[in-house]
C-alpha cells in the first residue's frame, strides 16, 4: 500500500490517494485538477472517493473526478446532504475564506457549486473494507455537522480539518458547533493513540505524539 498526498494550491488543502496494485481510493478530490493529474500520469484505476467533510476546498473537484471514472462516493448522510448547497458547501464565501488562508486575493470570483449526493450514506461509524484494508468512519461534528475521522488499518487516521498541526480547530465557521466538539469529537481525538500517523486536510502529516518530527 502506498500513501500519496496531492495539495492544492488554492486553498492549500490536502487530498490523499491510497494506493494497493494500481488501484486507488481517494480522500477528498481537493481542488485544481492535483487528483486528476496525479490518477492520469501514474495510470490508477481509481475505484472509490471518501470525503471527511463537505467544505468547498476538500469536494471543489467532486463532480468532475466522480464523473471522469464513474465512480461512487462514500460519505457520512449529513456530510453528503450538505454537498449540494453553497452555503453548507461554503463555496458562496469561497474567496474570503480562501484569502483567510492563504493572504492572496483571488483574481477572478471563485463559481458556487454544488455537488450530488453520495452514492454510499452511513450514520454513527461505518467499516468498509477495500482490497485487504479497513476503511472505519466515525462521526466528529464540531467544525460543519458533515465532519468525519477515517481510520485507515487502525494505523493512519485522515483527519480532515482536525489536528491540523499547531492550529486549534476552526468552530467559528457555519455549521460549527463547539459543544458537539468538545463532547464527541475532542474526546475522540484525545483517546486516539500515540502513534498514530495524522493525515489531515491541511499541512503536514506527523505521527500522534511526536509532533515536533513532522514531515
Ligand atoms: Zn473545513
Known amino acids: 500500500m502506498k500513501i500519496t498526498k496531492l495539495t492544492s494550491q488554492k486553498t492549500i488543502s490536502n487530498s490523499y490517494l491510497i494506493e494497493e496494485d494500481g488501484f486507488v481510493v481517494i480522500i477528498d478530490p481537493g481542488q485544481d ?3 486528476e493529474t496525479e490518477i492520469d500520469s501514474k495510470g490508477y484505476k481509481p475505484e472509490y472517493i471518501l470525503l471527511t467533510h463537505e467544505h468547498f476546498d ?9 464523473m471522469k471514472y464513474r465512480i461512487p462516493v462514500i460519505a457520512s448522510k449529513i456530510c453528503s446532504e450538505r454537498l449540494g448547497d453553497p452555503k453548507t458547501n461554503l463555496s458562496i464565501i469561497e474567496d474570503i475564506l480562501s484569502y483567510f488562508k492563504t493572504g492572496v486575493i483571488a483574481e477572478e470570483r471563485s463559481p458556487r457549486f454544488s455537488c450530488r449526493e453520495a452514492e454510499i450514506i452511513y450514520e454513527g461509524t461505518y467499516e468498509f473494507l477495500w482490497r485487504g484494508h479497513t476503511f472505519l468512519f466515525t462521526e466528529a461534528p464540531g467544525h460543519s455537522p458533515g465532519c468525519v475521522l477515517i481510520t485507515l488499518d487502525g494505523r493512519y487516521v485522515f483527519t480532515g ?7 486549534e480547530p476552526t468552530l467559528r465557521l457555519k455549521g460549527g458547533d463547539p459543544e458537539s466538539y468538545e463532547t464527541i469529537t475532542a474526546p475522540l481525538l484525545n483517546q486516539m493513540p500515540d502513534g498514530m ?9 506527523y505521527l500522534k505524539g511526536r509532533e515536533g518530527e513532522a514531515e
Open 58 to 66: 476538500h469536494v471543489e473537484d467532486l463532480e468532475a473526478v466522480r
Open 197 to 205: 500517523k495524522i493525515c489531515p486536510g491541511h499541512g503536514p502529516s
Open 161 to 167: 480539518d482536525y489536528m491540523i498541526l499547531n492550529e
Open 33 to 35: 485538477g492535483v487528483v
